[in-house]
């Protein structure tokens, strides 16, 4: 995606800035070397700046050269960030004698402030005054300044809360370059902290936005409703077109000198404008930090084609199958015959035996008769790196799955796992390519157009309905346990495929989404991340993103929720965009249905795997019940801070025709028609099926949720009963006249069937029929909200590219 907003920037000029703080030894830069950067980045300009250096006597001539009656003095150091807070930052009259005094006074004050600081609480010291106290600690602090910054003076338009903006850059680990943007000041943390998500600040990936889809983004903050006089009492202070200027040149120049541009003489590990104020129109930056680094050599890409063998071999070797008891080695055997792969293109690694249950064994690799497609492991971590070695070296299979722990999880085997990576790395740097390895520490893989099963759960613990047909889905997990309780809890889901990665030692959650957002076996892609490779997290986005182009829906769950970077780094960037915001944030910018919890990861799956080919033109909905409590819940549940949907406005023809019914039912007493629509627990099953047949032809209606009130006397909702009118099977029965409405409409329809256990056959018959159902109203309008929300944004994503 490239800016379309246009910049100027001297990328020459301001290498060369990166150049001479590198030769003298920094990977940073001073303000006003900032400034200078600014200056050439083709946004605003800076505010024009005198360096006074620490020692030098500075002429009457040089303290009145800055225009205006004041000037802004500040302190020069490379390890005080935050000025104000240690009376590094003045405003004084541009009186050559004043600021002398002033500077005189902040060479000697600031130190005392930091040093007291620091002395209170030690968390503030920066690594070079660690274990200094006192005299020592002063005097390092007083040796670091290099001077007072001497910089015009330019009044705010405002000084309300809300007219300053802060604007970073920040060089992530797992998602590379990052731009973030939102309220501004000293207080910025606290505005993150205290404003609900989205509203103080945002952020997004360099590589996946450009500077008008960031200001798309902006424009829902409060900093933009600040900034652009839209609240009481404000006037606006900044064009919406400077804006996006300001956002565009940091995009650009955040891909520039980034880790992903291979030709990259230097990478911007954090670059900070905080605050911008504004003056008659122009963005004025206050303050700024920047941190720089040479850029790091990539490692080779690994061969994913051979995924392809993983997921569907045509010869599977097992290694770690016991004789005598039901190890994990023996229960992966049994499951993997299990799903119907041939004992003829299955072995055993077994010495001293020729079968196991008629499967034949080979005593070691060297007597295998042929490369093999998949070789499962299933010995303990301590053999893992010689038989990598040793696999490696033979080149005895194309895919390897690492089934063992103790491969990088503690402390104590992180040397066990490093020396396997290596190995990997250097199969991986040959011209084949070596291997591909899943794992160490995972379940492996479920694989029902492959035929096999390699999870160690015995067939007694999960039961398989081998008689279901799959989804065209495939979940991928991080967690084998969290893959195996969905599977349990909601077997309803049911994917074509279900992949462990474990501690991802070589395939990573971006290699797999890039392999499934090809298939043309699958249309929806699940994932649970935990954390992500260094820039796999990119890598994983731009695979969704193109995933999503192709026609397929993607859905995430991200673990692991708190913020990083707070004491890591220097500057607020890092402790705004934190390490779960950004990967949601990326996640949604690559058009990811993004899950806030695991019920609606199963939710937001069951919708996609059911509703991917239903048409979505918009977010009206239409909320039906036969209890009142129920669709007011409809009603009350579609505000959120999370998504955006609204009830339908009724046609006059639906309207009409279900007043007709209603009259026929003789419910007219009681039934208002209206969305919500309270359709009374008199309606019966006839009644629900032709509301729900009506809205879905309603061209005012996208999606409809249905309460089957399920206790109700005029429901067929038991499927053992000795009384034919509560019998679900009936033909008259609300499963059977649903399932037929939902089966021709192109819009999707939810059902509500809030009951018991004794309910649950018509849950489960309704869920095999493609009709998802929900336990309670507010849960399936909320899954259904956020799902119609993602599904709209993917289309407007489609709808880009193909410009």
Not at 164 to 172: A, H, K, S, W, Y
Not at 670 to 687: A, G, K, Q, R, Y
């Amino acid at each position: 995606m490239i800016s379309s907003a246009s910049t100027h920037i001297d990328y020459e000029a301001i290498s060369d800035i990166f150049r001479s703080a590198q030769n003298e030894g920094r990977g940073y830069l001073f303000e006003y070397e900032v400034y200078n950067l600014l200056g050439n980045s083709g946004a605003e300009t800076p505010p024009k700046c005198i360096l006074l250096p620490r020692g030098a006597r500075s002429s009457d001539a040089e303290l009145n050269a800055l225009p205006g009656e004041k000037v802004v003095l500040k302190i020069v150091s490379p390890t005080i960030i935050h000025k104000t807070e240690v009376g590094g930052v003045r405003c004084v009259p541009k009186d050559p004698d004043k600021i002398r005094s002033a500077v005189r006074r902040m060479l000697y004050e600031v130190p005392e402030n930091y040093a007291t600081m620091i002395n209170l609480d030690p968390t503030h010291a920066p690594d070079e005054y660690r274990g200094l106290t006192g005299n020592a600690l002063e005097e390092a602090i007083r040796r670091d300044i290099k001077g007072v910054l001497m910089v015009q003076f330019m009044p705010p338009d405002s000084s309300a809360f809300g007219n300053e903006l802060i604007v970073g850059l920040r060089n992530t680990r797992e998602f590379g370059m990052i731009i973030s943007a939102g309220l501004g000041g000293t207080d910025t943390e606290l505005y993150a902290e205290r404003f609900r998500k989205g509203q103080a600040i945002i952020a997004a990936s360099c590589d996946l936005i450009d500077g008008d889809d960031f200001f798309e983004l902006f424009r829902k903050t409060i900093s933009y409703k600040k900034l652009a006089g839209l609240t009481r009492g404000q006037r606006r202070v900044v064009t919406d077109e400077q804006l996006i200027e300001c956002f565009s040149s940091f995009i650009d120049m955040g891909r520039n000198y980034s880790s992903m541009n291979q030709n990259a003489e230097f990478v911007i590990t954090e670059m900070e404008i905080n605050p911008y104020a504004f003056t008659d129109f122009l963005m004025v930056p206050l303050d700024g930090m920047c941190k720089f680094g040479l850029p790091k050599p990539q490692t080779g890409h690994r061969p994913i084609s051979k995924i392809e063998n993983l997921l569907h071999p045509q010869s599977i070797g097992i290694i770690g199958v016991s004789t005598k008891r039901k190890n994990f080695g023996r229960i992966i055997m049994d499951n993997i015959l299990g799903e119907g792969f041939s004992k003829d293109n299955l072995c055993l690694l077994k010495g001293g035996i020729g079968e196991i249950d008629g499967v034949k064994c080979y005593p070691d690799l060297n007597a295998l008769p042929k490369k093999l497609d998949l070789l499962v492991v299933a010995i303990g971590a301590s053999q893992v790196p010689d038989l990598v070695d040793e696999v490696v070296r033979l080149d005895a299979a194309n895919a390897v799955m690492l089934i063992p722990g103790g491969m990088g999880e503690t402390e104590e085997s992180q040397e066990r796992a490093a020396k396997v990576i290596s190995a990997i790395n250097e199969a991986h740097a040959t011209e084949d390519g070596g291997p591909v390895f899943l794992g160490a520490n995972c379940m492996g893989v479920v694989s029902h157009p492959g035929n096999y099963d390699t999870w160690f759960i015995p067939e007694e613990k999960l039961p398989k309905n081998r008689t279901n047909s799959q989804h065209r889905a495939a979940l991928i997990s991080q967690s084998g346990a969290f893959m195996l309780h969905r599977s349990s809890q909601c077997p309803e889901m049911n994917p074509a495929y279900m992949v462990s990665l474990g501690n991802q030692t070589d395939l990573t959650l971006g290699d797999m989404v890039k392999y499934f957002k090809n298939s043309d076996k699958v249309d929806v892609i699940a994932v649970y991340a935990e954390g992500f490779n260094d820039l796999d997290g990119l890598e994983f986005c731009t695979a969704v993103r193109e995933a999503v182009v192709a026609g397929k829906e993607v859905i995430f769950y991200k673990a692991g929720r708190t913020p990083e970077g707070k004491n890591a780094t220097s500057g607020h960037t890092a402790s705004l965009a934190g390490d779960y915001m950004v990967c949601e944030s990326c996640a949604r910018q690559a058009g990811a249905i993004v899950a806030r919890n695991f019920t609606e990861f199963q939710d937001l799956f069951l919708l996609a795997e059911n509703m991917a080919d239903k048409k979505i033109l918009g977010n009206r909905l239409a909320a039906v019940s036969g209890a009142g409590f129920e669709a007011v819940g409809m009603a009350d549940s579609i505000h959120s801070d999370d998504y955006q949907i609204r009830l339908a406005d009724f046609a006059p023809e639906s309207t009409k025709r279900i007043t007709e019914i209603i009259e026929t039912k003789k419910l007219t007493g009681l039934v208002t028609v209206h969305n919500p629509l309270d359709i009374n627990p008199s309606s019966d099953d006839e009644t629900h099926a032709f509301v729900a047949e009506v809205l879905s032809g309603d061209t005012g209606v996208d999606a409809i949720v249905i309460g089957l009130d399920p206790l109700s006397p005029s429901m067929h909702t038991l499927l053992e009963t000795d009384n034919p009118s509560f019998d679900m099977k009936a033909e008259n029965g609300i499963v059977q006249q649903l399932t037929k409405v939902a089966q021709q409409s192109e819009k999707p329809i939810v059902c509500v069937i809030d009951g018991g256990k004794l309910y649950d056959p018509m849950r489960d018959t309704l869920n095999s029929n493609g009709i998802p159902v929900f336990p309670v109203c507010d849960r399936a309008v909320a899954a259904l909200s956020l799902y119609i929300e993602a599904r709209l944004y993917a289309e407007r994503i489609r709808a880009e590219s193909a410009i």
